[in-house]
């Protein structure tokens, strides 16, 4: 559908905006039309605007932060500057990056229809809104519960329901899947394509898992320093990343681009038919999809762990049982979970949400008590918690840390220059580092390096630069001979950091193997690389590129 | 990690009664501990709010203001006792100290702080049973008719209560994380680095609300689309455990009116102890402590 036909939903016009104190304005000059019923994917690097503008979109910048701004902005005609986050409530749904921050209920239920009792919606409206939303986001079994009873992801499907209660006309996701295991990830982005296409909704997602989105996105816009760096179609958007930005490939499209294939693939399925089209994967046999080589797909064999690395055991659990809750809350969350980890070893954590990921690596760093098992680990652990940010606590980088054992552990995690920063000048990413150094510090080397260090989900709103940058440091740390280990939702994180994948579910082992065998071997725990091949053992660009490579 | 006086969805009755029912039952056992310096009648009152809480399956709530409500009563007797120096009966002499100048212990002190300290202790259960076990959601929605936003400055203070205490917990954890090599976490540190997050949480909550709509001209109830059901159209039905709160909390206001009206179950600490124990306090600190088991199911 051409943009320029339909009416504008989000109107941006040489939009320069500075935040109080910033040097530099975080929206440079932009200038964009979105039209009624896009389906707009907002791609970039951390830090490169996408949030801000977005912000901008809803009214919060400059109303809520302040600032200096320069340029219009038009939602729906409305003047979102002089009008505010209120005045363009009633046709605006936002999703902010931390769902923790826009929970202001105390139940699922009253959350959700907040929105609609403050329009003075009808109790028999508001109850169908919500029982609809419930049903759409597949979060009815949660209306009862407690908010501050729900996980990270359960919390975010709930701030969306809240956002998409009301119908708005135009929807503002801030990252929505970085919590969300990849099947509530991939369900959402497919019921955001729903709301658009049936209801006429227009969509503008930033996200930084652009293989997630990319084959639901009509046009994408990508950032670079807080200006538009490209916009186009997502065929486009790959071939200007290939050149461009590299960073923001989706792994199908690298493995093409490494393999001399083109044009590059939007998703799975064109990945697929392209292949198929060009002779190099034959269709779908009896035992799976025959191809490349006579290589056939094979069932992951479930829960044989490898053998461990010749420096031992670094933590091990036998048989652990863990409740938590109080009272007619309990439950069990793991449930007799056999786990081990050798010195120097690098292993993700996955499973979905609720699984017992979190639990499992609290529990190793002893602040769980089982209530049967055993766990053994004398050599320590360091955690580093999904909420980096409890750990700093001071206004300086240096404060937080003392003498040459805090500089080492700066050092370490490579924020030695930050020494004089307040920690809340640091980016997300650095924040993390800051946190993992802290948890380190006085403990970096030798024997008093820690057995275990364990990461929870640290991930969350990481472009792949910073990802790659946290992976070398995971990498660098187990050369030292810590065993790290790191509870992700991100398959192509976990294939690019670990050797090893140990895969929960419902507080079970279901599988413990190599990563190219965890992560080769199903529709949802499956890099996108081995969805498109669905080959044993392949799970990255490289290793794809060099399968097709051998194809004659 | 959860605050133990966040409210928990249960089946009950004192869950299921409307707010303002739940509200009248919980405010007349801290009127009587408000309206009585009695022990007997305090100590009634207590055990009415303790039964209330467990009965309606607050266990944790109600344990954990227990603790926090006897910490407060032993400060509360320790400081009464060193800066009232009124009674008869001198336990101790303790001389001259600075700021506070003589300082003698006497029993009527004594007995003074340990009711005020009682009373503390009782209003401390009753809020945590009213914390733990009435909806603030529905509290806000039956206030919003009569005073909407002051409904939602008070439904977001009693929401920010429990989160500060979960951020409070985690903190903890996070202080007992960090490496040998890192400054330790004082007390202060932590006060400081909650405060300034809830005022972020704070800042957010409000740009939450702006865009949810606060801003927004509320239409009123009954405009725009037809209600989708017969239930909906009327005004919406009490529940039926109101009216055993509500007789509850009118006979034990009642009771409290006729038994103070009548000048019994007095207490006077000074100058020498005296407590009422007559026939009509011990049968009024009995009707008290029976009202504790209204939330039986």
Redesign the interface.
């Known amino acids: 559908m051409n943009a320029a036909e339909l009416c504008s939903a989000l109107e941006l016009e040489g939009l320069t905006y500075t935040y109080p104190g910033a040097p530099v304005p975080a929206l440079d000059g932009v200038s964009l039309e979105i039209g009624e019923g896009e389906l707009v994917l907002l791609a970039g690097r951390s830090g490169c605007g996408k949030t801000t503008l977005l912000r901008a979109a809803c009214g919060l910048v400059p109303h809520f932060h302040g600032g200096e701004i320069e340029g219009r902005v038009a939602v729906a005609g409305v003047d979102a500057l002089a009008g505010g986050p209120g005045e363009l409530a009633a046709g605006v749904g936002y999703l902010a990056q931390d769902p923790e921050s826009q929970v202001v209920s105390t139940t699922v239920a009253a959350e959700i229809a907040l929105p609609l009792e403050l329009r003075g919606a009808p109790a028999g409206d508001c109850a169908r809104a919500v029982e609809e939303v419930a049903l759409a986001l597949a979060i009815p079994h949660l209306l009862g519960r407690a908010v501050d009873t729900l996980s990270g992801g359960e919390l975010q499907r709930v701030a969306l329901a809240a956002a998409l209660v009301t119908r708005p006309r135009l929807v503002l996701l801030d990252e929505p899947t970085s919590q969300l295991d990849p099947v509530a990830g991939d369900e959402l982005i497919w019921l955001l394509r729903r709301l658009n296409e049936e209801w006429g909704v227009t969509v503008l997602l930033a996200e930084h898992r652009l293989e997630r989105c990319l084959a639901a996105a009509d046009r994408v816009i990508a950032m670079d320093g807080g200006a538009i760096a490209f916009d186009g179609p997502p065929s486009e958007f790959l071939a200007w990343a290939g050149t461009s930005d590299p960073a923001l490939e989706t792994p199908a499209a690298r493995m093409f681009s490494l393999a001399g294939l083109e044009p590059l693939p939007v998703g799975v399925r064109e990945a697929r038919s392209r292949l198929v089209e060009g002779g190099r994967v034959l269709s779908r046999g009896e035992g799976g999809l025959r191809s490349i080589h006579g290589r056939s797909s094979t069932p992951l064999t479930p829960h044989h762990p490898p053998e461990l690395p010749q420096g031992g055991t670094a933590a091990r659990t036998k048989g652990i049982w863990v409740e938590l809750g109080e009272a007619d809350e309990r439950r069990e969350v793991l449930r007799g979970v056999d786990f081990e980890i050798g010195a120097g070893e690098r292993v993700a954590l996955m499973g979905r949400n609720g699984a017992g990921k979190s639990t499992l690596l609290r529990a190793l760093a002893g602040l769980v008590e089982p209530v049967s098992g055993k766990i053994e680990q004398e050599s320590g652990a360091a955690l580093l918690t999904q909420n980096p940010g409890d750990y700093l606590v001071r206004e300086r980088v240096g404060d937080e840390l003392l003498g040459e054992e805090g500089e080492e552990a700066l050092r370490v995690v490579g924020l030695e220059q930050a020494v004089d920063s307040d920690p809340r000048d640091l980016s997300g990413g650095e924040r993390q580092r800051l946190a993992l150094a802290i948890a380190l510090a006085g403990r970096t080397e030798g024997e008093r390096l820690p057995g275990l260090v364990a990461l929870d989900e640290p991930t969350r709103g990481m472009d792949r630069a910073r990802k790659d940058d946290l992976a070398a440091l995971a990498r660098s740390l187990a050369n030292r001979g810590a065993a790290v280990l790191i509870a992700t939702h991100d398959v192509e994180f976990a294939a690019t950091f670990a050797e090893r994948v140990v895969l929960l579910g419902d507080g079970v082992t279901i599988a413990d193997a190599s990563v190219e065998e965890v992560l080769s071997g199903g529709w949802y725990f499956a890099t996108e690389v081995a969805r498109v091949l669905d080959l044993p053992g392949v799970v990255t660009p490289e290793q794809g590129a060099e399968a097709l490579g051998e194809r004659p | 990690m959860?605050?133990p006086f966040?409210?928990?969805?249960?089946r009950g009755p004192l869950q299921a009664a409307s707010p303002g029912a739940a509200v009248a039952y919980l405010g007349a056992i801290a009127t009587v501990a408000f309206v009585f310096s009695n022990p007997i009648v305090l100590l009634a009152a207590g055990c009415a709010a303790v039964a209330a809480g467990l009965l309606a399956?607050a266990?944790?709530s109600v344990l954990a203001a227990l603790r926090m409500g006897l910490a407060l009563a032993v400060l509360i007797v320790a400081v009464n006792a060193l800066v009232v120096s009124r009674g008869e009966t001198v336990l101790a002499r303790l001389g001259d100290w600075p700021l506070l100048g003589r300082v003698d212990v006497t029993a009527e002190a004594l007995a003074e702080g340990l009711v005020l300290g009682l009373r503390a202790a009782v209003v401390l259960v009753v809020f945590a049973v009213y914390s733990a076990c009435v909806?603030?959601?529905?509290v806000?929605?039956a206030l919003?008719p009569l005073a909407g936003r002051s409904a939602l400055t008070a439904?977001?203070v009693?929401?920010l209560v429990?989160?500060a205490a979960?951020d409070g917990a985690?903190?903890r954890?996070?202080?007992?994380?960090?490496?040998?090599?890192?400054?330790p976490?004082g007390r202060a540190?932590?006060a400081?680095?909650l405060l300034a997050?809830s005022l972020?949480?704070a800042?957010?909550?409000?740009?939450?609300?702006?865009?949810?709509?606060?801003?927004?001209p509320?239409?009123?109830?009954?405009?725009?689309?037809r209600?989708?059901?017969r239930?909906?159209r009327g005004a919406?039905r009490r529940p039926r455990q109101d009216a055993r709160f509500l007789a509850v909390a009118a006979a034990l206001l009642a009771a409290t009116i006729a038994v103070a009206a009548a000048g019994a179950a007095g207490f006077h600490a000074y100058p020498t102890v005296e407590i009422d124990t007559g026939a009509a306090t011990l049968g009024f600190a009995a009707l008290v402590a029976l009202t504790g088991l209204a939330p039986r199911k």
């Open positions: 959860r605050s966040a409210y928990v969805p249960r399956g266990r944790r909806d603030p959601d529905r806000l929605r919003r439904s977001l009693s929401r429990p989160v979960a985690r903190l954890e996070a202080a007992r994380l960090r490496g040998p090599g890192a400054a976490v540190a932590t400081r680095r997050g972020d949480r800042v957010d909550v409000a740009a939450t609300l702006e865009l949810r709509g606060y801003g927004l509320a239409r009123r109830t009954g405009e725009g689309r209600p989708l059901s239930r909906h919406p």
